[in-house]
């Protein structure tokens, strides 16, 4: 079945350790997303990527970068994780243009920073 | 203010309940209007979609846009307990040419009970 898989589903890290998260999707999606969610609230996006066209959010903290290698992969880099950055984040993707309202979510990594 | 507001919830209804989930939002330029069920632990996804004001039915959901009070609202008939999830209204802008992007309500954390 086409689908978003992220990896891993648990991560632990420690205050100011680098981590990367992944993300892939044999889907063929030319859009890519990365939401944070914390608890009770709304996924929030951090960026997207419309094939390699990089599109960050204005409050997106300098903390965090991304990089699309390929189609296929996507990562999310947390270059020095804080307290406030313990969340759930989301990878998505979606087709351009009317279909882009279709997000095809992953199951999310949970990310605990201690 | 934000964009999108949804009443957090939690909801706790008896099985076979009619529910109202609601969301106003601020920005008159929204495209699109989402439905999105995140159950728990996983990923948000795609329950429906409507692009006008009106209503839009698919088996016991039905979604409604007003536009001009800038409200929408998903209606479940004959709840079941396998509808216990988290709801999240979208509302997308259309970027040409670079996909787009979701804003998401908070969500409204429904338990239907047997």
């Known amino acids: 079945d086409a689908m978003v898989i992220q990896n891993p589903r648990y991560q632990v890290t420690q205050f100011g350790k680098p981590v990367t998260l992944s993300c892939s999707q044999t889907l063929n999606h030319n859009v890519m997303y990365w939401y944070q969610q914390k608890s009770s609230q709304a996924p929030k996006l951090l960026f997207h990527y419309y094939d390699k066209d990089f599109n960050n959010e204005a409050d997106t903290p300098d903390n965090f970068q991304s990089r699309r290698p390929n189609t296929s992969f996507c990562f999310l880099d947390i270059r020095s994780p804080g307290l406030g950055d313990a969340a759930m984040y989301l990878c998505a993707t979606s087709r351009l243009g009317r279909g882009v309202f279709e997000q095809y979510f992953g199951p999310g990594t949970r990310l605990t920073v201690t | 203010q934000k964009e999108v507001e949804q009443d957090p919830g939690p909801l706790s209804v008896p099985e076979g309940a009619i529910v109202s989930l609601n969301c106003t939002y601020s920005?008159?330029?929204?495209?699109?209007f989402m439905w999105y069920r995140q159950y728990s632990r996983k990923g948000p996804e795609l329950l429906m979609y409507t692009y006008s004001s009106g209503n839009k039915e698919d088996g016991r959901f039905t979604a409604q846009v007003d536009k001009s009070s800038k409200y929408i609202s998903l209606f479940i008939r004959d709840s079941q307990p396998s509808d216990s999830a988290t709801y999240l209204c979208a509302m997308s802008l259309l970027i040409l040419n670079q996909g787009g992007k979701l804003i998401f309500g908070q969500g409204t954390e429904l338990s239907v009970k047997p």
């Open positions: 920005n008159s330029a929204f495209q699109y």
